[in-house]
């Protein structure tokens, strides 16, 4: 494999001369008995990668794209502009790349301050998916956030077409997750961190870029979680170190599920239990976010329904939105989370996210379908055989019997027996093994009773 010298160091015009032939063989139809350009509509899609270094620190950067195999590339030209005063780009190379594996010959010129141009071409086609070329650079004296920019991006000669991501380079002094850049790590920075994402208290650059533990760029209540894990002793690192292989740092969900719970009416107000179930996965870290037409509040602290350990925030952002971030050592398992306590006529939307998966959108519970007194309905079909429903409303949580008598009063079924939600209820009576003929059901919901009868007809 032979690379040709970094622009620098050879005139310009002999190495573009290379360039023009290996390019030239390539799309000869001498060359393979048929002209290689393909007019291919897929897109090819160019990123980079976006590390967090230290002040001084020599370190790469990975350009990578999709899967190109079929396309036909046998030459690409880019162009990447940084932020200079935070970076300095030294070399490019192709060992260990898809470009390296086709053999491909590299020229580049890093001599311009905040931006560095490549080119490399071959005889043999690009295939599958990876890096294109990896670029060193050096992080200078400073904190910051360097934006990595795709300045010009070229395959073959315009075809396959392509689109860059850019990406960036964050550049901190300060020790990662110390959000209060006091020197150390303590369970006070993941509360500063919950509040953050709370829209408590906004945090300070040198502060976030050290917060941000998990390495997206964002600084959330997985982000806490990770914290007490290594406050704990339960890690020894955090993905944005280099190197951490610790399994904990891979706890992402795979599984989990939102559901409003039955809704209980309270005078004016309402109480609204938010379930967490099928869960499968270590889940460290809860954020949501509630819009309602009227004022929240909770029926009793949250902290009382998450496991000990659990810290939360609660705020509001600037579109008055409510933020309640959660973060804890022992995963969360299936549970009711909070019970909201908000108007009758509330409108109300939420989101909720685990750890730092993708935002699940929450159904609007159906606050209007709360009844607003006792009633027990006609059972439904009457006369029937053998099956029929009852129906029957409580408008509060209540110790709730509904027993089937025959006409002589000797009780036939009992077919509820306990404490209900409030809500309206279905139930199912199979008589079987009953003979034709009337028979009674009786509901009795705390202080209200009913009676009504219904005909067996075989």
Partial sequence: MSFAPPLKQTPFFILFAVLLVLLTASFSPEASGATRIVTNPRIVDVSVDSPYVGVGEVFE?????NDVS????????????YDASLLTASAVAIEGTMSGTANMTLVYNADDAGRIAIAAAGVDALAGAGGLVIITFESLATDGISSLVFEAITFNEGNPAATGN????????????????????????????????????TLSTPSF???????????????????????????DCFPVDGGCASKHQGDQVIDAAFSWGPVAPDGM?????????????????LTFEIIASEEIDFTSDIRTRL??????????????????????????????????????????????????????????????????????????????????????????????????????GREVERLVDGLQNAGTHNVSFNAQALSSGMYVYRLVAGSYAQTKQMLLVK
Avoid at 177 to 191: C, K, M, Q, R
Avoid at 226 to 231: M, Y
């Fill in 209 to 235: 870029i050290a917060a941000d533990v998990s390495g997206n760029s964002e600084v959330s209540s997985f982000d806490a979680a990770l914290i007490l894990q290594r406050v704990s002793g339960l890690v």
């Fill in 307 to 408: 496991p000990e350990g659990w810290i939360v925030s609660r705020g509001e952002n600037a579109a008055g939105h409510t933020h309640i971030t959660m973060a804890g050592l022992t995963p969360l398992s299936a549970d009711t989370l909070l019970i909201l306590q908000t108007g009758a006529d509330a409108a109300i939307k939420a989101t909720a996210r685990l750890n730092e998966q993708t935002p699940q959108v929450l159904d609007a519970p159906a606050l209007d379908a709360i009844p607003t007194q006792f009633a027990l309905q006609q059972n439904y079909p009457n006369p029937f055989n053998p099956v029929t429903t009852i129906q029957y409303a409580i408008e509060q949580d209540v110790e709730v019997t509904l027993v089937v008598y025959d006409m002589l």
């Fill in 166 to 201: 850019d990406g960036s380079v964050t550049v901190t002094s300060a020790l990662a997750g110390d959000a209060s850049l006091n020197g150390e790590v303590s369970a006070f920075d993941a509360a500063m961190v919950l509040q953050h994402a709370a829209f408590i208290d």
């Fill in 61 to 65: 950067v990975a350009i990578n794209v």
């Fill in 269 to 285: 107000l309402v109480h609204i239990p938010l379930i967490l179930d099928h869960v499968s996965g270590s889940v460290h870290a």
């Fill in 70 to 81: 079929g396309l036909g590339i046998t030459a690409f030209n880019l162009a990447l502009t």
